[in-house]
C-alpha cells in the first residue's frame, strides 16, 4: 500500500505565490511517475503536471512558466511552486503517485486565489 499526503494549500492573492508538497510513503520503491491535477466544483479533474522518474517535468498549457514541479534526489516528496497564481488557479490541488498500474491519490489541498 502506498500513503499519499499533501500539504501547504491556503489563501493567497492574484500575482502570488504558494508552494504545495506531497509525501508517499509505504510502497514505493517502483514510482514512476509523480503529479498533479486539481477540480473546481462541478468540474471534472484536471490534469496540472507531471514529473516522470527519469526527470522529465511536463505542464499543462494553463500553468507553464508559472509552475514548476520537483522532486529531491532519493526522496518520495514532489513539490509544485505555484507563482503568478491567478483567480482561475483556484481549486482542490490533489497529488497522484504512479507505481506500475497503480494510481494512488492523496486527500487533496485547498488553493485560493483572491482577485
Known amino acids: 500500500q502506498v500513503q499519499v499526503v499533501e500539504s501547504g494549500g491556503g489563501l493567497v492573492q492574484a500575482g502570488g505565490s504558494l508552494r504545495l508538497s506531497c509525501k508517499a510513503s509505504g510502497d514505493t520503491f517502483t514510482i514512476s511517475a509523480m503529479g498533479w491535477y486539481r477540480q473546481t466544483p462541478g468540474k471534472q479533474r484536471e490534469w496540472v503536471a507531471t514529473?516522470?522518474?527519469?526527470?522529465?517535468?511536463n505542464y499543462d498549457d494553463s500553468v507553464k512558466g508559472r509552475f514548476t514541479i520537483s522532486r529531491e534526489n532519493g526522496e518520495n516528496t514532489v513539490e509544485l511552486q505555484m507563482s503568478s497564481l491567478l483567480p482561475e488557479d483556484t481549486a482542490v490541488y490533489y497529488c497522484?503517485?504512479?507505481?506500475?498500474?497503480?494510481?494512488?491519490w492523496g486527500q487533496g489541498t485547498q488553493v485560493t486565489v483572491s482577485s
Open positions: 514529473l516522470v522518474s527519469t526527470g522529465t517535468a
Open positions: 497522484y503517485v504512479a507505481i506500475i498500474t497503480k494510481t494512488y
